[in-house]
């Protein structure tokens, strides 16, 4: 893909994370590595997200360097640098403040994958990554050394993060969990979420 193609999906995802309430307002960034150049867009800091343009992505190497674009990079471009160095199958990372998600973790439950089989497929383990500011590179640290549970983690007090080999592939992986984020809370209202048989007595 050539970097205007990836600047366009960046939008289109953008608005999709929009559209279904994963952010509101300037929430959340969206990444994509070029793995030809190395060369990784990233979108703006205090950008809404949903009226997001190509134009107002920035253009940065793989230190962050700017090389193109105005503006500053999301606060937590870090993060996303992290995870890049850390994780060379990552192409795009997606973060967002997954309401169901973030239900779940507020009130200490957590995700539990091993309630749906598609989700313990497509999500492993999902843990949450400890409380440390925003912006931070100790949140940096925390989240690198959570990612070899599997590809999506919550944040603590701050969201959800899931990283792919593209775009489509992050996008979907956030999209899987908060639709089984959903699907546990409304479980635990009718008296909770009960494991796959297989995964009885040991989910992981």
Known sequence: MSTN????????????????????????????????????????????????????????????????GKGRPSSELAVHLEIYRADSSANAVVHTHAPWAMALSLSGRGLLPHSMIEAEMLLGRVVEVPFYLPGSQELADAVVSAIKNGPVQLLAHHGAISRGAT??????????????????????????????????????
């Open 167 to 204: 775009l489509r592939q992050a996008f979907e992986l956030m999209e899987c969990l908060e639709h089984n984020a959903r699907i546990q809370a409304l479980a635990h209202l009718l008296g909770g979420a009960r494991a796959v048989p297989i995964f009885q007595g040991n989910p992981h």
């Open 5 to 68: 193609d990836i600047a366009e999906e960046i939008v289109f995802v953008c608005r999709r994370l929009y559209e279904k309430g994963l952010i509101a307002g300037a929430d959340g960034n969206v990444s994509a590595r070029d793995p030809a150049s190395g060369h990784i867009l990233i979108t703006p800091s205090g950008v809404h997200k949903g009226f997001l343009k190509k134009d107002e992505l920035l253009l940065l190497n793989a230190d962050g360097a700017v090389l193109k």
